[in-house]
């Protein structure tokens, strides 16, 4: 008799479909002014207990921008690549002390 084999757990990716279908709508400058308008408007209005981690930090970093220039660094933000994970387990823990001294 069989065992069906046990697959490895892969992680989660996001799917390859919907990530061009927004690369190809957020290069339309008029989506993509209202997608940012969108999510400045959620960022000003929800509290940072209900956001996910990456929007925290975004949040913290442009509460510290005058309002006028949040739209800018939000787009170039968004055209930048994502930053990496942080490789070591050890430097992880050291930006969340630092993250924590400093009150974030």
Do not use: N
Request: charged content about 35%.
């Amino acid at each position: 008799m069989k065992r069906p084999r046990l697959r490895r757990a892969k992680p989660r990716r996001e799917p390859r479909v919907r990530t061009a279908v927004a690369r190809g709508i957020l290069r339309v400058p008029i989506f993509r002014r209202l997608y940012l308008r969108r999510l400045l408007k959620h960022l000003d209005e929800t509290p940072k207990s209900q956001l996910k981690p990456e929007l925290r930090t975004l949040q913290a970093a442009l509460q510290r921008l005058p309002r006028h220039q949040r739209m800018g660094a939000l787009e170039t933000a968004l055209r930048s690549p994502p930053a990496e994970e942080l490789p070591s387990r050890s430097l992880r823990r050291a930006a969340g002390r630092q993250q924590k001294r400093l009150g974030r």
